[in-house]
Nanobody, 124 residues
């Protein structure tokens, strides 16, 4: 599976962005999908995940209530809607495929495939 993330950019605090991650191959619906992020000088951290059919989601506490993950299996795409953005959300965002459940995706050891990152910068 190849993953291509897009949608990053520069936004003011309080604004919104929508990230997309398009997957190649016909096995997209076989994978739970997730988003991670890495800020400069920090380790990569879990952001959100969604189960294979989209019925279950899982979020990091830091984004709960502000970010929404969704997927469209017909389009082989997973999305991350980010609202009420804060400067501390600034990072490179990566999409990922793997795991057996949304919650399992919270552990990077469950990741089978990584996409390239997309930069999100939130100005204060």
């Amino acid at each position: 599976v190849q993953l291509q993330a897009s949608g990053g950019g520069l936004v003011q605090a309080g604004g919104s962005l929508r990230l997309s991650c398009a997957a190649s191959g016909r096995t997209f619906s076989s994978y739970a999908m997730g988003w991670f992020r890495q800020a400069p000088g920090k380790e990569r951290e879990f952001v959100a995940a969604i189960s294979r059919r989209g019925g279950s989601t899982y979020y990091a506490d830091s984004v709960k209530g502000r970010f929404t993950i969704s997927r469209d299996n017909a389009k082989n795409t997973v999305y991350l809607q980010m609202n009420s953005l804060k400067p501390e959300d600034t990072a490179v965002y990566y999409c990922a495929a793997g795991g057996s459940t949304a919650q399992a995706m919270g552990d990077m050891r469950a990741i089978d495939y990584w996409g390239q990152g997309t930069q999100v910068t939130v100005s204060s």
